[in-house]
C-alpha cells in the first residue's frame, strides 16, 4: 500500500477480522522505521519501541463508547510538537466511525491541511457513518473476507496445522482475524462442546429440560449459544441436501446423523434470536427452542 508516494491519510474500510488495524500498524512502524533497507525491519530501536507500545511519535486513538471531541483535539494537540525520532507522527484512529460529528470536525482541517508530513490512517468498519468530507480527504481502501482457501494459507504460514488451519478458514468464513481468535479461544470450542452434548440429550418433548439445563447458565454467551445452533443447523441442511458444504468438517459424521431436520432447526434457532432480542429470558428462549425442534 506505501509502495508509492505517501499521502496524509488513509481510510481502511471493511469487515472485522479482514486485517485492516494489522496493515495500518504495519505502514505505522514502516513509517517510523530508522532501516535503510528493508521497512519494518523490526530491529531498529525504532520498529522495538513501537512494539513495545512506547514509540513516543505514534499517536494511536481508541473509543470507549464513542470518540470525543476532545480526544481529537488532544490528538491535533500533539501534532504540533515538533516528532522527537521520527520524519513525521503516525496517528491510528481505530473504529474511527465511532467519531462524534463534533470530532469529525475538528479532524477535518488537520486532514486538510496535516503538519509536515504526519499521516492518519482511519480504520472503519463501514463508511456511513463517516462524513463524506473526511471520506474524500482519505485514500480509501477496501478490504474483504478471503476466500477459504486464502485464509487456510494465510493460517498455516502463520505455523497452523493443516487440517486446524482448514477447519479455522471454514469457521470464520475467510475472516484470518476471527479465525485466530477461534483457535486461541478454548472457551468457545468447550462452548460448542456443551451445545453439541445438549443436542445429542434431546430426543422428545420431556428431555427439553434436561437438554437445555447446561447451557441456561450460559446467559451473557446467549448470542455465541445460537451463533453455534444455527451454525449447525446450516451444517445439517448441507448434509439433507447432499450438496457436502458442511463447515463444521472435524463434525460431520455426528451432524450427518442428526435426527433434526436443518431447514426447521434454521427457522426455530432465528425465532429464538427475535425472542431474546425482545428482552425474553434466556432459559425460555432455549426452552422453546428445544420444544419446537423436537416438534412442540
Known amino acids: ?73 488532544e490528538v491535533i494537540d500533539r501534532l504540533a510538537v515538533k516528532p522527537y525520532e521520527a520524519d513525521r507522527h503516525v496517528v491510528v484512529i481505530e473504529q474511527a466511525d465511532k467519531m462524534t460529528v463534533q470530532a ?30 473526511i471520506v474524500s480527504r482519505c485514500r480509501v481502501v477496501r478490504f474483504r473476507y478471503l476466500e477459504t482457501n486464502e485464509a487456510e494459507a494465510a493460517l498455516r504460514a502463520r505455523g497452523i496445522a493443516e487440517d486446524r488451519a482448514r477447519l479455522l478458514a471454514r469457521l470464520s468464513q475467510g475472516s484470518v482475524g476471527r479465525a485466530l481468535e477461534l483457535n486461541a479461544s478454548d472457551e468457545w470450542w468447550q462452548l460448542r462442546g456443551k451445545v453439541l452434548a445438549s443436542l445429542a440429550a434431546l430426543h422428545e418433548k420431556q428431555d427439553v429440560g434436561i437438554a437445555a439445563l447446561p447451557l441456561t447458565e450460559n446467559k451473557d454467551q446467549a448470542g455465541a449459544v445460537l ?34 431436520t436443518g431447514s426447521k432447526m434454521l427457522m426455530n434457532v432465528m425465532e429464538a434470536r427475535r425472542m431474546l432480542a425482545s428482552n425474553v429470558a434466556w432459559q425460555s428462549v432455549l426452552e422453546m427452542l428445544f420444544f419446537k425442534m423436537v416438534g412442540g
Do not use: W
Open 104 to 133: 469529525q470536525n475538528a479532524l477535518l482541517k488537520t486532514l486538510e491541511s496535516p503538519p509536515g508530513e504526519d499521516v492518519f490512517f482511519l480504520i472503519a468498519a463501514q463508511t456511513t457513518a463517516l462524513l463524506p468530507t
Open 227 to 260: 451463533d453455534i445452533l444455527e451454525l449447525c443447523a446450516r451444517d445439517v441442511m448441507a448434509l439433507q441436501d447432499a450438496d457436502g458444504n458442511v463447515i463444521q468438517t472435524d463434525i460431520e459424521e455426528k451432524l450427518n446423523g442428526s435426527r433434526f
Open 1 to 73: 500500500m506505501l509502495s508509492s508516494r505517501v499521502v496524509h491519510a488513509y481510510l481502511l474500510t471493511g469487515p472485522a477480522g479482514t486485517g485492516k488495524r494489522t496493515l495500518a500498524d504495519i505502514c505505522a512502524r514502516a513509517l517510523c522505521c530508522q532501516s535503510q533497507g528493508e521497512r519494518p525491519c523490526d530491529i531498529c530501536p525504532s520498529c522495538k519501541q513501537f512494539l513495545s507500545g512506547n514509540h513516543p511519535d505514534f499517536i494511536r486513538v481508541k473509543p470507549e463508547k464513542s470518540i470525543s471531541v476532545e480526544a481529537v483535539r
